[in-house]
């Protein structure tokens, strides 16, 4: 949907987030047909790309609930994939380690990491590990309490 934001140059704007927003919806297109057709890595692929468009060129995307939904289902679909194969090693459970930079208790990836957190947290023999590199805010460690989850 065009936005003109200045009288002189808003038809030159206009065009130009038409532009970001087609190469945009492209990205996520491919993305759905991708694990439409159970191609997650590739879907996995175009979904970042869309991503990082978006936050790259600020053209009026600044949440999209399809994509949200595609990542949330890709998700469930590899942890369903995982729980279905006998560990190897003829080990039972396993270890996860997660690797952040900064966590904080509002969206992005602190929020999905507390979902993963939450969702393996009543698995049996799985432990789970948490590595900051940066900084876990006290509002966000307050979120993933009673997960399990070793720091």
């Not at 369903?80 to 190897?88: E, F, G, H, N, V």
């Not at 966590?103 to 979902?115: K, Y």
Request: charge should be positive; charged fraction near 25%.
């Amino acid at each position: 949907m065009p936005m003109k934001t200045t009288s002189d140059g808003g038809r030159k704007l206009d065009r130009s987030r038409e532009r970001c927003v087609r190469k945009y919806r492209l990205a996520k297109d491919l993305a759905l047909g991708y694990f439409r057709n159970q191609q997650v890595e590739e879907s996995l692929v175009f979904a970042q790309t869309s991503a990082t468009f978006a936050r790259g060129f600020h053209f009026g995307v600044w949440s999209d609930g399809e994509l949200e939904d595609l990542l949330s289902a890709i998700g469930v679909s590899i942890l369903s994939q995982l729980a279905d194969r006998p560990p190897s090693g003829g080990r039972s459970g396993g270890k996860i380690l997660y690797v952040a930079t900064h966590l904080d208790a509002i969206g992005g990836h602190g929020e999905i990491l507390r979902l993963w957190l939450k969702l393996l947290a009543g698995k049996q023999n799985v432990e789970q590990y948490l590595l900051p590199t940066r900084r876990a805010t006290p509002a966000f460690l307050a979120k993933i309490n009673g997960t399990g989850c070793t720091l």
